[in-house]
């Protein structure tokens, strides 16, 4: 692996820290496992403190120990120097015309993932639930989720994108018991339903208050499970109405996710039971059947009272189905955090029935905060409802036109330019001002605060890129001439702030699979945020085109703009793992 780095992106870090593992081995046979950790140095462009936490168990002087492993530190195009600073830091200074190769590469092959054992993954997100209104929540999963997967299908892994809609409830007896009332022949004719919340309300309404239809719900249900036709189209119609809401939210923010349902789980929840049952693992409590795991979790109810299944069995179906069928390595799940004991649970149980092992198969429940308004309380409308999402999108991109408007975007782009940068920043902006913050944590949503032309915001860094986008183009370089120099020529970089920009955008590989260990995004806003700070300040010092007093173009410097063309990628690359459409005027 190491040594060429001619075709690909290095991840510099993780290149270290096997360089360093391999030489105190080599070097120190008595110490096991050391603990490398490379970290960005002010002093050198690395460090290691590894001769520090050595020295204790070798009870030697850490510079000793330090002196030793330079000493013994292999040749690597990588690193040109390595020295000691303070009581045993060790420096580490990157080689330079490796620095110019990966730049170079950046322009001619774009940004190459680093090498990863690629995997089967399923990424189970979005997924609201039948006939309800899809809210907030789902929002954040549908983001966070809608990223994981981009980064993962970055890095080659073999990504399955499921919905995992909640379309088999009880609440699907008085559905479809209102349907039968309201539309007799909904079989032949489909219900012409406008507003579903209307009539889920409604039918709720009823379940209430009428013992007759109540009744005639719980009857439904118990058809519905048993297959019968009429009551299984009546379901499919509710459940096609409430998809294709759904859709209209996924098409505006170009999501792709199919939808596979709890639903599809109903047969194989039936011999799932059928096993934890011959296998002894189900107990009797108050009727119900309850299973357990083995460390102290709230026990799952695997069959209710009345013998139906519950949002446990179908996860734990779920789960087989996953590893078995799909041949799932990795399975990750995105929901709000209230869901964690969940989670623990099904996980535990699944464990415990050998569904899953753990030495096999990566689970990950990624876990997120709850919306709230600006007022600090949980998101709602002014008169207290539940915020639809398709009126949440709609009013972003209201409030990106005013914006764009402000800035006079209107008088420069033309009527379509104008409208796909309102899009684009509306849901860029939606979308990051989600991701650039720790998921755990709860967020406030403020159209004002995720608009902010100014900041770590998408309105920011949008505009950022297209400005650097523009750099070339104005001075009528096109993209053709700079990957014609950057293969002709090798790259030069003197100025302390071109090479500080290179070394910013070398970060990527490393940030990427950081990621990775724990599936928290806003790492890479706060890169992306890094690169376009660290661009400004190379820009205000560099002259990439410089013009004479009346603005003619006196020089290109065609070095600098390759520097430029692979901000713009290295950016553009962010932007794409993020869910986030680029644009090329804004
Ligand atoms: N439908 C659920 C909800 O709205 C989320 C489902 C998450 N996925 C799962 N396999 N449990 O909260």
Redesign the pocket.
């Known amino acids: 692996r190491s040594g060429d780095w001619s075709s690909h992106m290095c991840n510099i870090m993780g290149h270290l820290e096997e360089l360093f593992t391999s030489t105190i081995t080599r070097t120190f046979p008595e110490i096991d496992k050391p603990i490398v950790q490379i970290q960005v140095s002010k002093h050198a462009d690395y460090q290691c403190n590894a001769a520090m936490t050595m020295a204790k168990t070798l009870k030697k002087n850490p510079r000793e120990v330090g002196e030793t492993v330079v000493k013994n530190f292999p040749e690597d195009p990588v690193i040109s120097k390595l020295d000691l600073s303070g009581p045993g830091f060790i420096n580490i200074y990157l080689d330079k015309e490796f620095l110019k190769q990966q730049v170079t590469n950046i322009v001619l092959q774009g940004v190459t993932p680093p090498p990863t054992k690629r995997r089967r993954v399923v990424v189970?997100?979005s997924?609201?639930?039948i006939a309800?209104e899809m809210h907030v929540?789902?929002l954040r999963?549908t983001i966070i989720g809608d990223s994981i997967c981009h980064l993962l299908e970055f890095l080659g892994h073999d990504v399955l994108r499921l919905n995992?809609?909640?379309d088999w409830g009880t609440q699907f007896g008085m559905l479809i018991a209102h349907l039968k009332d309201e539309f007799p022949d909904f079989a032949n004719n489909p219900p012409p339903i406008s507003d579903l919340q209307a009539f889920y309300k409604a039918s709720k309404k009823r379940f209430d208050e009428d013992e007759e239809f109540k009744k005639r719900a719980y009857e439904a249900v118990v058809k519905l499970q048993a297959h019968d036709p009429a009551h299984k189209k009546g379901w499919e119609e509710i459940c096609e109405i409430s998809k294709n809401e759904f859709q209209k939210v996924y098409d505006k923010l170009k999501i792709r996710i199919t939808d596979r349902g709890?639903s599809f789980y109903q047969s194989r929840m039936e011999s799932l039971v059928k096993e934890l049952t011959d296998a002894g693992l189900l107990q009797e409590d108050n009727g119900r059947m309850v299973m357990f795991g083995d460390g102290g979790e709230i026990p799952l109810t695997i069959v209710k009272s009345d013998g139906g299944f519950t949002?446990d069995t179908?996860?734990m179906a779920?789960i087989k189905q996953r590893i078995e069928e799909e041949k799932g390595e990795w399975l990750i799940?995105?929901?709000?955090a209230g869901?964690s004991e969940?989670?623990k649970s099904f996980f535990a149980c699944s464990k415990k029935a050998k569904i899953y092992d753990p030495a096999k198969v990566r689970v990950d429940h990624v876990q997120f905060g709850v919306v709230l308004g600006e007022d600090k309380k949980k998101f709602k409308t002014r008169s207290g409802d539940t915020v639809r999402l398709i009126d949440l999108l709609d009013e972003g991109c209201q409030r990106s036109e005013e914006k764009l408007k402000e800035k006079e975007r209107d008088k420069v782009l033309s009527e379509e330019e104008f409208k796909k940068a309102r899009d684009a920043v509306a849901y860029g902006c939606i979308k990051y001002a989600d991701l650039c913050h720790d998921r755990t944590r709860d967020y406030i949503f403020s159209f004002d605060r995720m608009l902010d032309f100014r900041g770590n915001t998408a309105a920011y860094l949008l505009y950022a890129l297209t400005r650097i986008c523009s750099i070339a183009r104005t001075a009528g370089v096109k993209k053709e001439d700079i990957t014609e120099e950057a293969k002709k020529n090798p790259l030069v970089l003197e100025h302390e702030k071109e090479w500080k920009l290179a070394r910013t955008l070398l970060k990527l590989p490393d940030v990427l699979v950081k990621l990775t260990e724990d599936l928290y995004m806003h790492p890479l806003c706060e890169f992306l945020y890094e690169v376009s700070s660290v661009f400004t300040e190379f820009y205000d010092n560099c002259y990439c085109v410089e013009k004479d007093q009346s603005g003619n173009i006196v020089k290109i410097n065609y070095n600098r703009l390759i520097l430029c063309e692979a901000v713009a990628t290295v950016m553009e690359q962010c932007f794409a793992i993020l869910g986030i459409e680029t644009l090329e005027k804004m």
């Open positions: 189970d997100f997924s609201p639930n309800k929540g789902h999963s995992h809609l909640g709890e949002y179908s996860d779920c799940y995105v929901t709000d869901q969940h989670f």
